[in-house]
Each structure stands twice: as structure tokens, then as C-alpha cells.
């Protein structure tokens, strides 16, 4: 499973990015899908997930209220829409495919919240 990353950028503080993560390869559906983020200097932290159906969400308490996890099993794609962005969730965004067997990662996208 190959995961590609992409939508990442500069963005003002209270803007908005939305990211996708494409994955080419196992049934994408067999997965759960998780975004990390790190920040400089910082441990890799989770950001949030979805299970494999997309039926159920979690988030860290962070972004709560302004991401929001999504996935579209047809287009092999999870995406992470980011509202009302602060200059601390400036980080490199990754996805990660995890399941019994197997677990993928993304090669990261750069999010930097800046005015």
C-alpha cells in the first residue's frame, strides 16, 4: 500500500486547509485510517481516526470542534478538513493505515499557520 499525502500549505491563523491522503494498492477499505502530526522539536501526536467503515470517529482533544475526519472508500482517499487553524497546529501531517496485519505510512504533508 502506497499512501500520498497532498493539500497541505501556508495558511493565516482561523483559515482553513483541507488534506487528503490517497492510498494505491490493498483495499483501502480494509483499514482503519489515522492522521498524526509533528511539530519541530515535538513528538509525533495523534491527531485523529476512523474506522475502516468510516463509522465511527475520534479526535484528539486539540482539534476537537474545528477537524473533522472523513473517508470515501470508493476513492481510496481519507481526508482531514481543518477549521479555525491556530499557529499550534503548525506541523508535518501524516496519514496512517493501520489493520490485524498490516499498518502504512504517508510521506507527510507541511502545514504552517502563520499571519
Known amino acids: 500500500v502506497q499512501l500520498v499525502e497532498s493539500g497541505g500549505g501556508l495558511v493565516r491563523p482561523g483559515g482553513s486547509l483541507r488534506l487528503s491522503c490517497a492510498s494505491i494498492?490493498?483495499?483501502?477499505?480494509?483499514?482503519?485510517m489515522i492522521w498524526y502530526r509533528q511539530a519541530t522539536g515535538k513528538e509525533r501526536e495523534l491527531v485523529a481516526t476512523?474506522?475502516?467503515?468510516?463509522?465511527?470517529?475520534n479526535y484528539a482533544d486539540s482539534v476537537k470542534g474545528r477537524f473533522t475526519i472523513s473517508r470515501d472508500n470508493a476513492k481510496n482517499t481519507v481526508y482531514l478538513q481543518m477549521n479555525s487553524l491556530k499557529p499550534e497546529d503548525t506541523a508535518v501531517y501524516y496519514c496512517?493505515?493501520?489493520?490485524?496485519?498490516?499498518?502504512?505510512w504517508g510521506q507527510g504533508t507541511q502545514v504552517t499557520v502563520s499571519s
Open positions: 476512523v474506522t475502516s467503515a468510516g463509522d465511527s470517529t
Open positions: 494498492g490493498s483495499p483501502f477499505s480494509s483499514y482503519a
Open positions: 496512517y493505515a493501520r489493520s490485524p496485519w498490516n499498518t502504512y
